[in-house]
């Protein structure tokens, strides 16, 4: 019998960054990243300069167990007392795709190893888990059979955020990061409720959108296909395509829950920006017409930053005196996305956020000689579905005094995760740090308490303010919007402060 073995170089990287509920990343860590070589019969060890070998064992079930806690004794000892590499063996599966996937289950396991932000791993031996896990794949016959133990290895964690994904979900993963996809145009998700897969947008001028499907209609069939206990991700996937084909998706209409109607959709490449502006014409308490900037930011991509500044640039050549940076359910993306758009607003060298590492040591983040690009009066929207970096902005123009918040309790999720691409096209989200915000809130499972919220009584307030100063002639959906009023009426009051001081 063959024996896997498993050499761990030290070597920097810097992880790749996606964009997903949580799925945030900050800083180039240093990780232990495994090659690969194969022995017989011998376990090579090189540990604080002095190098020697093990016999491994026999060639039965038993010895890959003796293998196996030959590498327990081995990693006793501290990664700072290790030399430059260490090299492990474990019997390789019969089952060539099972093989492969024991390579990626020493992947996983090494990179959680060195970076997860719970050195207990919630309070258990992470390097028996390895073993057991392996014992448990060893026999299996089937890739599939062999991701879901290390999965379930994960799970032991207690991190709903720390998880593997197959190659074809991080290619959609990527798609959302990186800004252009060949699709319908559809943004969809599970109503919890109910189980069923939403729609939750159309982009404008996507086949979607030109074929008349809205917001809140239930997607019932892609392709003739149920999707009854379909996730989202995997229904997204069916819906995109090259460019040219097309796909035949039956809807339930949301106005009338009884219709269902069949729609052929063509394929498209589709941009996807996660920013979308307006000018809503608001009238002050004094009575002056003025201008106020709207910016709708909807996910932190590799885009966002760029596309954010862009915007910000035109409203102020449109001569807007204020702004409404609106983030309800932005889930997050990337950290840098979300902290160079708080620098867009801020001034000096304010602290962003402050992180925490495995080791429980607090790191803030400042910028460095900022210059906002507008210091007009900015309100920030946020509601439940604002989640992570959104959060991370959120606190940072709240923090330091620059924005008024408006809207519900956000999420509440205060984790950083790493994404790095594995030998076979999977991906390894890993929770690697926590964060604070600038006045060192704690915003994990407890989320942001806005200054005002929109409650039903400042909802009707806000109408009843709309409808003394607006021409209803001219009331867009956007001014139409509750919360909106509520943050216009927020500026107005910030306006009227700092006229009286």
């Known amino acids: 019998m063959k024996n896997l073995c498993l050499n761990l170089d030290v070597r920097p990287t810097i992880p790749v960054n996606l964009g997903k509920p949580g799925w945030d990343v900050l800083f180039p860590r240093r990780l232990w990243f495994p090659t690969w070589t194969c022995e017989e019969r011998k376990l090579t060890v090189k540990c604080g300069g002095r190098e020697g070998w093990i016999e491994s064992a026999g060639r039965s079930a038993f010895g890959f167990g003796v293998s196996a806690a030959v590498l327990l004794s081995v990693f006793s000892h501290s990664p700072a007392a290790l030399a430059e590499s260490l090299t492990v063996a474990f019997p390789v599966s019969r089952a060539p795709e099972v093989n492969a996937v024991q390579r990626t289950l020493v992947e996983a396991w090494g990179l959680i190893r060195e970076t997860f932000v719970d050195p207990t791993f919630n309070h258990q031996d992470w390097d028996l888990k390895l073993q057991q896990t392996m014992v448990e794949m060893f026999p299996l016959n089937s890739a599939d059979a062999a991701y879901t133990k290390i999965r379930g290895m994960l799970s032991t964690l207690g991190d709903p955020f720390t998880r593997i994904i197959s190659p074809k979900e991080y290619q959609g993963f990527r798609i959302g990061s990186d800004g252009n996809l ?149 889930p997050g993306g990337l950290v840098k996305a979300g902290l160079d758009v708080a620098q867009m607003w801020l001034d000096g060298d304010e602290t962003l956020v402050n992180t925490i590492d495995r080791d429980g040591n607090m790191l803030p983040i400042n910028m460095v000689n900022g210059h906002a690009i507008t210091h007009d009066p900015l309100v920030v929207i946020v509601n439940e579905g604002s989640a992570s970096a959104s959060e991370i902005l959120a606190g940072a123009l709240h923090d330091n005094g620059r924005a008024i918040l408006v809207g519900r309790k956000t999420f509440g999720k205060g984790k950083i995760q790493s994404v790095t691409e594995l030998h076979d096209g999977s991906a390894l989200f890993v929770t690697v740090a926590k964060y604070l915000s600038p006045a060192l809130h704690d915003i994990d499972q407890v989320g942001i308490t806005p200054d005002v919220q929109c409650t039903t009584e400042m909802l009707n307030s806000a109408k009843e303010i709309s409808s003394s100063t607006k021409d209803k002639a001219s009331v867009s959906s956007l001014e139409a919007d509750s919360c909106i009023m509520v943050a216009e009426h927020a500026l107005d009051m910030e306006e009227s402060k700092g006229t009286a001081s």
């Open 182 to 330: 060949q699709g319908v145009g559809l943004f969809i998700n599970i109503e919890p409720r109910t189980g069923h897969l939403i729609v939750l947008s159309c982009i404008d001028g996507s086949p979607a959108a030109r074929a008349g499907i809205h917001q809140g209609d239930e997607l019932i069939e892609i392709n003739g296909e149920t999707l009854d206990g379909i996730d989202s991700e995997t229904a997204a996937q069916k819906l995109r395509g090259n460019a040219g084909t097309t796909v035949t998706v039956k809807v339930k209409d949301s106005g009338t829950r009884s219709s269902i109607r069949e729609v052929k959709l063509p394929r498209e490449l589709i941009k996807l920006s996660p920013i979308s502006s307006a000018i809503i014409p608001h009238r002050s308490l004094d009575g002056h017409l003025t201008k106020t900037g709207y910016v709708k930011l909807s996910a932190f991509s590799q885009t966002a930053a760029e596309d954010m500044r862009n915007a910000i640039q035109e409203l102020e050549n449109q001569g807007v005196h204020s702004y409404i940076l609106d983030l309800r359910n932005n």
